[in-house]
Every structure is written in structure tokens, then in C-alpha cells.
């Protein structure tokens, strides 16, 4: 059973910078791709940036140029680096991933990590 572990949430002021991390836990699979999205009280889940099994990258409109998603096979986990924070960027941050056991690809939502970013 793979069980996401998400860290790294917070306060902090506008401009400062946030680290949030996403780590599954168990054995015998790989990470296949994953993303990040956030959500905000009052609107819908949007994807933040995913990277895919390759290593290409895609962000949202919004973060590009601030934000900077990673990930470590070894370790099973994924990074996003957030820097230059807005108040905008405030929301509660989810990882996504899809594993691959043996050629089946399954996929896991984290349980969420809060960012907030004020004055």
C-alpha cells in the first residue's frame, strides 16, 4: 500500500519562499510522473505544475518563473520549490503522483499542506 506524506506548508510573508514536499512510502514501484495542485477557500482545484516521466515541466500561467517543481526517484518523492510568494498563492497544496508497479501505473493524492502567504 503507497501512502503520500506531504511537508512543508506555512506562513510566510510576501516574497519569502516555501519548500513543499511529497514522499510515498512502501516498495516496489517507481514514480512515474506527478503534479501539484492548490486550491483556495471559495474556488476549484488547479493544477500548480507536474513534471512527467521524462522530466518536462509544465506551469501554470501564474507561478511560472517562481515556482520550480522536482523530483528524486531514489527517494520516491517530489519538491516544489516556491519562491517570490504572492498572497495569490495562498491555498491549500496538494500532490498528485502516479506510481508504476510492474507496468500498472495507479495513482495518489496527497493529504494537503497549507500555504499561506501574509503580511
Known amino acids: 500500500q503507497v501512502q503520500l506524506v506531504e511537508s512543508g506548508g506555512g506562513l510566510v510573508q510576501p516574497g519569502g519562499s516555501l519548500r513543499l514536499s511529497c514522499a510515498a512510502s512502501?516498495?516496489?514501484?517507481?514514480?512515474?510522473?506527478m503534479a501539484w495542485y492548490r486550491q483556495a477557500p471559495g474556488k476549484e482545484r488547479e493544477l500548480v505544475t507536474n513534471?512527467?516521466?521524462?522530466?518536462?515541466?509544465n506551469y501554470a500561467d501564474s507561478v511560472t518563473g517562481r515556482f520550480h517543481i522536482s523530483r528524486d526517484g531514489a527517494k520516491n518523492a517530489g519538491y516544489l520549490q516556491m519562491n517570490r510568494l504572492k498572497p495569490e498563492d495562498t491555498a491549500l497544496y496538494y500532490c498528485y503522483i502516479l506510481i508504476d508497479t510492474w507496468g500498472v501505473i495507479d495513482d495518489y493524492w496527497g493529504q494537503g499542506t497549507q500555504v499561506t502567504v501574509s503580511s
Open positions: 513534471i512527467t516521466r521524462s522530466g518536462s515541466t
Open positions: 512502501g516498495s516496489g514501484f517507481s514514480l512515474y510522473a
